[in-house]
């Protein structure tokens, strides 16, 4: 079996689950053995990163001078759909998790010194002074507690993070040298110690 761990931007490239990739995962994901996990601290991200782009979207959308061609009605009907959508969201999430036989993984209980230690120390998903990693880690200890109540089976952890979770010393899309692209992209060395 192989137990598919996805990050929060892997959902928000499609939030409403209704890429391609999501519909053949889905429909396929007992022939290939997958399971696919969905981190709890994930789904709360997501409903808070989706929501505020949609909401900026909305926001510059309403903006709009379209009184002048007697359209104010229908885009105010347009901005309030989106605010329905927004409101909606979570509840939208959760239930197409569902439906692609998603299931959402509780945090683990991890000592608050474990994560304290990693900030401290700077590793990884930590970075000194760039950003708060403490949502990333929990997300790091919740794919550990995965790969370690599954040891059976293969545990892939599905992110366009690179910069958190990556090894830095491979070459990323978009650099210069002419080292190919390494994929799947290895872990980042401090995310192999705990």
Partial sequence: MIAVVVDTNIISQSPKLARPEWISLSEHRADWGV????????????TKVVPREWGKQRDDLSKAKV??????????????????????????????????????VPTPNVPHSNIAFRASRGRAPYHAGVKDGYRD???WFTVLDVATKNSDDEVWFVSSN??????????KKGDDNDAPLQLPR??????RRI
Avoid at 35 to 46: D, G, H, Q, R
Avoid at 95 to 101: A, D, F, K, N, W
């Fill in 162 to 171: 690179t910069n958190d979770f990556g090894n830095p010393s491979v070459k």
């Fill in 35 to 46: 399971t696919l996990l969905v981190p709890e601290i994930v789904v709360m991200e997501t």
């Fill in 137 to 139: 880690t929990l997300i």
């Fill in 186 to 191: 290895p872990l980042h060395p401090d995310l």
């Fill in 67 to 104: 009184g002048t061609f007697g359209l104010q009605e229908q885009l105010d009907a347009i901005v309030q759909g989106i605010q329905n959508h927004i409101d909606g969201y979570e509840a939208q999430l959760n239930s197409r998790l569902s439906e692609l036989g998603a299931r959402v």
